[in-house]
């Protein structure tokens, strides 16, 4: 007979974990607002780990608060160990991490002095091991006071397939370095485009913090530092044939405002910009050919004095639609024409001239006239 035995080998894989947390951060606030930091908690063990969030701070009268990703409420003992944490991160997976975030709010009291400092150490342990942990530091400096500027109001007439590019001053005035925040909005809405640029050369500004605002970025106590606002009429604007657009000038606000505040619509100072579109002195008229009535279809390019009159081939004069009409504004015009003379009589179907002219008034400094001349067929 053969004797055999077994044995039975049992192998556990322990845990690994790894937690880390990021970033490190240097920034001010006013006395009394409040700052936030978006804070990231990372897991590269081999499995699950709670992070056990702790602080330490060097200025104890100043709140800290420890905030959920949503924004909105405090940061939980999930776990049940007298610890706020940010609940159960995945293992990585994959060479990803298993990644959650939080916020820390800090806010110095009211009546702190510019310049005083906190430091303040944010450590995240892990539950598995509590030998293991991270750390980032947050030092949060005091702001002097804040006076932020841009200039300066402006406006520019543009004609057909121009934009207009505005170059703005953004300075800071206050006692210590600002996060500067732009951002445009026309009123009324027109359909015109814009972009907000860093340079000339069309750099384009980014939101830093994603919180949905361009950003300047940092600007220094007494710096001044340009943006560059562009603007575009829609496609099409200035074209008289079909349906056109009338509307020739957008207004647009320019507003900036510190992004240390605690005050989201609060606005330090803004800038009106008024683009000017200047169409070129042209008619048409519609339809054409035409039996009884049509209508004409006109730009003019600033406000002035306006004449539509209409000659038979022979150069006798048939009807004057608009005699010498002052006009407040430039831009394009309809005026329809019963295709009756003078005397209220039908003429006879051929071709027949029209003219436009157009004198600028004391206004536009233009004194000499422009005229136009086409034809219309009558049937």
Not at 14 to 19: G, S
Not at 197 to 223: F, P, Q
Not at 346 to 358: D, I, K, N, Q
Request: proline fraction near 6%; aromatic fraction near 8%; charged fraction near 20%.
């Amino acid at each position: 007979p053969t004797a055999t035995d077994t044995v039975r080998l049992i192998v556990n894989v322990l845990p690994v974990p790894a937690i880390l947390i990021r970033p490190d951060y240097t920034d001010s606030v006013r006395a009394g607002d409040t700052i936030r930091y978006t804070m990231e908690v990372l897991n590269s063990g081999n499995g699950p780990d709670v992070a056990d969030i702790k602080l330490v701070s060097t200025r104890t009268n100043w709140r800290h608060r420890l905030v959920t990703k949503t924004g909105l409420t405090d940061l939980s003992d999930t776990d049940s160990d007298g610890t706020p944490d940010v609940g159960t991160l995945p293992g990585i997976s994959g060479g990803v991490p298993g990644i959650d975030s939080f916020y820390l709010d800090v806010s110095p009291p009211y009546g702190e002095l510019p310049g005083r400092l906190d430091s303040t150490i944010v450590y995240a342990y892990s539950s598995v091991f509590d030998t293991v942990y991270d750390s980032a530091i947050v030092v949060t400096k005091v702001r002097g006071i804040i006076k932020l500027d841009i200039e300066p109001n402006s406006s520019k007439i543009i004609h057909q397939g121009e934009e207009a590019v505005y170059r703005l001053e953004v300075s800071n005035w206050g006692g210590a370095p600002d996060t500067v925040e732009i951002w445009s909005h026309a009123s009324p809405d027109i359909g015109w485009t814009y972009s907000l640029n860093s340079d000339s050369l069309g750099g384009a500004l980014t939101d830093y913090d994603g919180d949905g605002v361009l950003d300047v970025g940092s600007v220094d106590s007494a710096e001044t530092k340009y943006v560059y606002l562009t603007v575009r009429p829609h496609s099409g604007l200035g074209e008289i044939v079909g349906a056109f657009d009338t509307t020739v000038v957008e207004t647009r606000f320019v507003l900036i405002k510190t992004r240390y505040t605690n005050i989201p619509n609060l606005v330090n100072d803004s800038v009106i910009i008024s683009t000017i579109f200047q169409p070129e002195i042209d008619i048409h008229n519609y339809p054409n050919p035409f039996r009884t009535s049509t209508t004409f279809a006109y730009s003019i390019p600033a406000p002035g004095y306006v004449s539509l009159k209409i000659y038979n081939r022979a150069g006798e004069h048939v009807r004057t639609v608009i005699d010498n009409e002052h006009f407040e504004r430039g831009g394009m015009f309809e005026t329809p024409w019963d295709g009756l003379t003078s005397d209220n009589k039908r003429p006879a179907p051929g071709v027949y001239l029209y003219t436009l002219e157009w004198t600028g008034d004391e206004t536009t400094g233009i004194v000499k006239t422009r005229r136009i001349v086409k034809k219309a067929l009558k049937q």
